[in-house]
C-alpha cells in the first residue's frame, strides 16, 4: 500500500518518540473530550449576529 513521504516521516518519528502519542492524547482530552454546557452553547447560537451574504456590499 502506497504511504506517503510524509506519512513514512510521521510513523518513524512516532515509533521513536512514544511520549509525542501520550502528550496528544493528554492534549485531546484536555480540550475536546470534555463535558459540554448546552445552555452556553444555546447562548452563543442566540447571540451570533448573521452575517451578510456579501459582506463588502454597502448597505
Do not use: G
Request: no cysteine; aromatic share 16%; proline share 7%.
Amino acid at each position: 500500500m502506497y504511504q506517503s513521504d510524509f506519512t513514512q516521516f510521521m510513523n518513524d518519528y512516532l515509533a521513536k518518540h512514544p511520549e509525542v502519542d501520550a502528550e496528544r492524547r493528554e492534549l485531546r482530552l484536555t480540550w475536546w473530550d470534555r463535558p459540554q454546557d448546552l445552555d452556553d452553547l444555546a447562548r452563543w447560537k442566540a447571540s451570533r449576529v448573521a452575517q451578510k451574504p456579501y459582506v463588502y456590499q454597502p448597505e
